[in-house]
């Protein structure tokens, strides 16, 4: 199948945007939320140091004394509370990551149909042009035929007019 110009520019059109856009995205170019940070790379607080403050303003909030077991078993859970939520976030960003991909083919594929469509609509077109000049030419073969035909006839019978007095005579001899 010859593909037309314009369907070489869609092609052509659909590998770029798959190149550009999903590509780094499958392999972890690009991150779903660029402010967050990944909490197995967070230092842990560290005792007698305090927190980098945003505001300086404001009061600091009220300190509850826990013992020092129980602040770590604390910290442990909430970074193994986060751990689960991104696991079960990594599960959906392949379908998130795919979704675009399977948009792009469906739309590739219906823009390929609709040209396809199109392509067959000229084809008709050319076809049924053909059709009339070829019924134009039989048309004009079939009236030779009949003026051909028109033609033998009246030379038969002029034959026959001239063999007829041949004819009775021959009649009357036998």
């Known amino acids: 199948m010859v593909l037309s110009s314009s369907q070489h520019l869609l092609i052509a059109l659909s590998l770029a945007v798959c190149a550009c856009f999903l590509l780094p995205r499958m392999f972890g170019g690009a991150e779903r939320n660029p402010g967050r940070q990944d909490p197995r790379s967070m230092r842990p607080p560290m005792q007698?140091?305090?927190?980098?403050?945003?505001?300086?303003?404001?009061?600091?909030?009220?300190?509850?004394?826990?013992?020092?077991?129980?602040?770590?078993?604390?910290?442990?859970?909430?970074?193994?509370?986060?751990?689960?939520?991104?696991?079960?976030?990594?599960?959906?960003?392949?379908?998130?990551?795919?979704?675009?991909?399977?948009?792009?083919?469906?739309?590739?594929?219906?823009?390929?149909?609709?040209?396809?469509?199109?392509?067959?609509?000229?084809?008709?077109?050319?076809?049924?042009?053909?059709?009339?000049?070829?019924?134009?030419?039989?048309?004009?073969?079939?009236l030779e035929l009949e003026k051909h035909l028109f033609q033998t006839e009246k030379m038969l019978n002029s034959l026959l007019t001239q063999l007829d007095p041949l004819s009775n005579c021959l009649c009357a001899y036998f």
């Open 48 to 142: 007698g140091r305090s927190a980098p403050r945003e505001n300086q303003g404001k009061r600091p909030p009220p300190r509850k004394e826990f013992p020092n077991n129980n602040a770590v078993d604390q910290i442990k859970s909430e970074m193994e509370k986060q751990l689960n939520t991104e696991k079960t976030g990594t599960n959906h960003s392949m379908a998130f990551t795919l979704m675009p991909l399977y948009a792009v083919g469906v739309a590739v594929f219906a823009a390929y149909k609709f040209s396809k469509m199109k392509s067959n609509e000229k084809n008709k077109l050319k076809s049924s042009r053909d059709d009339e000049k070829k019924t134009k030419a039989t048309e004009n073969q079939l």
